[in-house]
């Protein structure tokens, strides 16, 4: 284990009598390496080099084993990138991004920079950088939106405002290119680049389990303010993940209002909506959000936070124009495949609100339907007197009965 020049000669004598005996040993550091045994990998290829001083292979592939143990050695991983660029300048057009990132976390920022901006460039001129095929070709947006954020760090001590807004622009830039062009994987991400808030915020609500874990929109709701004390302000106002991180974690905090037992043993029940829940319905009102690129549970997120539930007294109620943009949501949220089981009552009661005719007060007419009745209306009618298919245990469907005309308050259908 620890006798590495005994290794090597022993490898050295294993080599002469098979000359393959190089590749497979590469192979089986190759291996350790993907299944997370770097100190292993590490001391497989440390024998190697001592016979194979010449090998790209040998000093790329013991570069990404130092930037992956515990405690990473940024300046072994430098050392071996640099021998990589001797030897072979353009074999791996990733060594010049591994480079960037040693460089960043070892504070030589022009160094990084420069190869950040030179691995983007080769990028460029192959296929396109969307067509690259590489699995870390996001990674030179990363490294630049860190260097901008760099800047602004530094820029607040010495400069005005003007330099910081555009430092911050530029590493938004490059944060929103990366979730909506590459959309890789937030743990790949939280481990490269950990102090990427705002990247790692935006990726948090798209991760599969999301809906289930409540840790996640916690952490994605405090990424989301840790940026917003960066500096990155504006972009948040249009940010649907953040409505959809802060829904969660309020949905969360309701659920467990409702359980939790007060001293005379009832439960405590929900109280009034925080102000940072207040914030987000406010910026859900304003927000301008996509369509079909959204998930479907982005959708029914933003239709729950614009319909509020039950308004309190002074309160402002949902006004048409909210209630069609409920519809509409509720409707891309079943065309890109989501799941309504749970949501029929606000899906139905969206509908029906926003279908209302309205006279020149703002408030709805007697004569809501036409003479003749549109599918969509039966469609309403249905669900909401059809009790035994439709309890009014399921959210909004209460309000629902209560809304549509001969609906009977909940009659069952047979």
Known sequence: ??????????????????????????????????????????????????????????????????????????????????????????????????????????????????????????????????????????????????????????????????????????????????????????????????????????????????????????????????????????PLQHCVEMVVAEKRLKDIQDAEARTAPTEDGEPLGVGLPSLRSLCATELTKMGKYGGKSMPPNFHVAICEMLAKGPVPEGGTPVTHDEWIRCARHMTLAWKTGGQLNKHIGLATYSINMGRRKLDKDGNATSDDTSSYPSLVGQCVEAVASNEESFPTTLSWMEQLREAVPGAGGGKKKK
């Open 1 to 234: 284990m620890g006798d590495e020049e005994g290794a090597a000669e022993s490898y050295a004598k294993v080599c002469q009598m098979d000359p393959q005996v190089h590749r497979r040993y590469l192979n089986i550091a190759r291996e350790d390496y993907e299944a997370g045994k770097f100190a292993e990998a590490l001391r497989t290829l440390q024998a190697v080099e001592k016979i194979s001083p010449h090998d790209f292979r040998v000093f790329w592939q013991r570069a990404n084993c130092r930037m992956e143990i515990e405690e990473p050695d940024w300046e072994g991983a430098l050392a071996d990138l640099t021998r990589c660029v001797e030897l072979d300048p353009v074999r791996e057009i990733e060594v010049y991004i591994k480079k960037g990132r040693c460089s960043m976390r070892l504070e030589d920022f022009n160094a990084a920079r420069n190869d950040a901006e030179y691995y983007l460039s080769l990028l460029e001129s192959q296929e396109g950088e969307s067509g690259a095929g590489s699995n870390a070709a996001f990674e030179g947006r990363l490294l630049r939106a860190h260097l901008y954020m760099l800047e602004v760090r530094k820029s607040a001590m010495r400069t005005g405002n003007q330099e910081i807004a555009k430092a911050i622009k530029r590493a938004v830039m490059d944060y929103d290119y990366v979730v909506n062009t590459y959309k890789p994987d937030v743990n790949t991400v939280r481990r490269i680049y950990p102090e990427a808030h705002y990247c790692i915020a935006r990726l948090l609500p798209h991760a599969p389990d999301f809906g289930e874990s409540s840790e996640l929109a916690a952490e994605a709701t405090e990424r989301f303010h840790k940026a917003w004390l960066e500096g990155v302000h504006e």
